[in-house]
């Protein structure tokens, strides 16, 4: 599974902080296995643990740090941060039209 799998089922129109957005949310989380993790959710599990390692490795206490900080300052031009309604983050795609799994700075070099 790609990252289109995560725009299907996640993200909605910019803006759209509707019933869409729950129902899209729920439909993402229930398109998951529930015995283990895809493709791309294990990378993403060992980049965090990996992360959260290197920052307690630099005496961030717990391993602790800001992901939203990490997204703005290291992918700002890919995916950007928001607060709901209710103040939890969000992550989005800045262009949901392109294929963020081939925009990588790896595959330029």
């Not at 790609?2 to 089922?9: C, F, L, N, P």
């Not at 529930?34 to 980049?47: G, M, N, V, W």
């Given at each position: 599974?790609?990252?289109?799998?995560?725009?299907?089922?996640?993200?909605?129109?910019?803006?759209?902080?509707?019933?869409?957005?729950?129902?899209?949310?729920?439909?993402?989380?229930?398109s998951l296995p529930?015995?283990?993790?895809?493709?791309?959710?294990?990378?993403?599990?060992?980049?965090l643990i990996n992360a959260a390692a290197r920052a307690q490795d630099l005496g961030l206490q717990g391993g602790r740090f800001p992901l939203h900080q990490w997204i703005d300052r290291r992918m700002g031009g890919e995916l950007r941060t928001s607060k709901d309604s209710r103040g939890h983050c969000e992550v989005a795609l800045i262009?949901?039209?392109?294929?963020?799994?081939?925009?990588?700075?790896?595959?330029?070099?």
């Open positions: 599974t790609d990252s289109s799998a995560i725009r299907k089922h996640l993200l909605s129109p910019e803006g759209d902080h509707s019933g869409n957005m729950v129902q899209n949310v729920e439909s993402f989380f229930g529930q015995d283990e993790f895809e493709a791309f959710e294990t990378d993403l599990r060992e980049a262009n949901p039209d392109s294929n963020a799994a081939g925009n990588s700075v790896a595959e330029g070099e």
